[in-house]
């Protein structure tokens, strides 16, 4: 959303580390996917056709991971209650 530049002093970034920055507002960004996440969401009318394809991936990958949290978040709640529910009949 903001177009002005970002210095590290706004993010954690390690003295060491080579982050990938947003070629258009300079954000430092962990792994190529966030960075193609950001663009795609902030910078969406400044992309090209790679860009697009990368955010399109980025997007899906990330689809695909929350799904399977919310999987494994249903089964841990389901377990949850039957544990409770034999607490409750046995005690
Ligand atoms: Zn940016």
Same mark, same amino acid.
């Given at each position: 959303? &903001?177009?002005?530049? $970002?210095?590290? &002093?706004?993010?954690?970034?390690? *003295? ?5 920055? /947003?070629?258009? /507002? ?7 996917? !966030? ?11 400044? !992309?090209?056709? &790679?860009?697009?394809?990368?955010? *399109? ?17 249903? !089964? ?6 039957? $544990? ?8």
């Amino acid at each position: 959303m &903001t177009t002005e530049p $970002l210095d590290d &002093t706004a993010f954690d970034v390690p *003295e060491d580390a080579a982050p990938s920055r /947003c070629p258009e /507002c300079g954000r430092p960004f962990v792994r190529e996917e !966030l960075l193609a996440l950001h663009r795609g969401y902030d910078h969406a009318d400044t !992309l090209g056709e &790679t860009a697009i394809a990368a955010f *399109e991936d980025a997007y899906e990958a990330e689809s695909d991971r929350l799904n399977v949290f919310r999987l494994k978040a249903l !089964l841990a709640l389901i377990v949850l209650y039957f $544990l409770l529910l034999m607490t409750y009949a046995l005690v």
